[in-house]
T-cell receptor, first 110, second 112 residues
Framework: EDQVTQSPEALRLQEGESSSLNCSYT??????LFWYRQDPGKGPEFLFT???AGEEKEKERLKATLTKKESFLHITAPKPEDSATYLC???????????FGKGTKLTVNP | NAGVTQTPKFQVLKTGQSMTLQCAQD?????MSWYRQDPGMGLRLIHYSVGAGITDQGEVPNGYNVSRSTTEDFPLRLLSAAPSQTSVYFC???????????FGAGTRLSVL
């Protein structure tokens, strides 16, 4: 069964304190691994897609990496506006289905 | 472009009532999907469509119907609402050949 597990469930950081979020997955036929950001009361907003082990993508203070079993979302020198829930999802085989993790709620204090 | 627009934003129903959640996109995307998001759970796929006239079931389709008569619209129908359908519903769309899904702002539904 396809499965996505995110850790930690919640993370509190001080502004400027770098850290990483983890997404471990088991899937039959990875079509892609996706990271989304979700602000309270809003829909998920696309951040990155990773397709193969070793791939990395960056956007401002965020960097996503992928191995055969997990992905990391590294946050460098975070700011309060980075506070949000970060969702990881995997696409499988030829299906339209995305399997989502439960998310990591990140709070960055000034 | 407005992107993906969902209406209504909030809805309260009584058990047994029916209603339709509306979803429209103005990006000419072929693929559209409906998800539900419940506390402590990841988003789960309800139904999806790969083009006008073509729909298929996702992970949790029971109690919901969909149709896709136009590229732009993908309504989700609750046939006889149950308290277990209390959730936040998100509609998403993507272009064929692209893996980026664009989500609407969601409809928050309570079934009493």
């Amino acid at each position: 069964e396809d499965q996505v597990t995110q850790s930690p469930e919640a993370l509190r950081l001080q502004e400027g304190e770098s850290s990483s979020l983890n997404c471990s997955y088991t899937v039959s036929g990875l079509r892609g691994l996706f990271w989304y950001r979700q602000d309270p009361g809003k829909g998920p907003e696309f951040l990155f897609t990773l397709y193969s082990a070793g791939e990395e993508k960056e956007k401002e203070r965020l960097k996503a990496t992928l191995t055969k079993k997990e992905s990391f979302l590294h946050i460098t020198a975070p700011k309060p506006e980075d506070s949000a829930t970060y969702l990881c999802a995997v696409g499988t085989g030829g299906s339209e289905k995305l399997v989502f993790g439960k998310g990591t709620k990140l709070t960055v204090n000034p | 472009n407005a992107g993906v627009t969902q209406t209504p934003k909030f809805q309260v129903l009584k058990t047994g009532q029916s209603m339709t959640l509306q979803c429209a996109q103005d990006m000419n995307h072929e693929y559209m999907s409906w998800y539900r998001q419940d506390p402590g759970m990841g988003l789960r796929l309800i139904h999806y469509s790969v083009g006008a006239g073509i729909t298929d079931q996702g992970e949790v389709p029971n109690g919901y119907n969909v149709s896709r008569s136009t590229t732009e619209d993908f309504p989700l129908r609750l046939l006889s609402a149950a308290p277990s359908q209390t959730s936040v519903y998100f509609c998403a769309s993507r272009a064929g050949g692209k893996n980026i899904q664009y989500f609407g702002a969601g409809t928050r539904l309570s079934v009493l």
